[in-house]
């Protein structure tokens, strides 16, 4: 079981909210709004918040974006992981992942069955890395949003919870950009 080191000191991250909605604008996306109050309630900085529609190119564009900004550690979407024909969430931002987070998808439908049951599987909540940038995909219920990021992200996004979490892996995550290319061969 995770616990707190609470000997570590916390180390602020800049994280960027993205909502994906054709209907939502920022007075009135309560998902958005709960994980940009939850992530300056835990010490984060957010470093950004927009709202795009259900475009993959959109989405995209705003992601592609935020991963070559240096002063964003990570982004969290909320929004577009359903089944219906305008939820595309999953396939904008897929393809930009170098690596896939497998044990997110895992771990956040383990505690929504316990919460909503089968209904789950209605979710494709999906996450990655990509350009040195985590990037987690939620659902746009604020439900979800909150028990995403008060089930999985606040602790692995808090570098003092232990056996493990994501800041302290964070200056490696870009090491494979700073290899040479060949034995011997000079930088």
Known sequence: MASTNESKQFIPLNIAVLTVSDTRALADDKSGQ???????EAGHHLAAREIVTDDVEAIRAVIRRW?????IDAVVT?????FTGRDVTPEAIEPLFEKRMDGFSIAFHMMSHA????STIQSRATAGV???TYIFCLPG?????R????GI?????????????????????????????AQGATV
Not at 34 to 40: E, G, N, Q
Not at 141 to 145: H, K, L, N, T, V
């Open 115 to 118: 919460k909503i049951g089968t």
């Open 67 to 71: 991963i070559a900004d240096a002063g």
């Open 130 to 132: 990509a350009g040195a």
């Open 147 to 150: 028990d995403g990021w008060d």
């Open 78 to 82: 909320t929004g577009g992981t359903g």
């Open 153 to 181: 992200l606040k602790p692995q996004l808090d570098y003092r919870t232990r056996p493990c979490n994501f800041v302290e892996i964070m200056p490696r995550l870009d090491e494979h950009l700073r290899r040479p290319k």
């Open 141 to 145: 219920s604020p439900g979800a949003c």
């Open 34 to 40: 709960t994980l940009a109050d939850r992530i300056v």
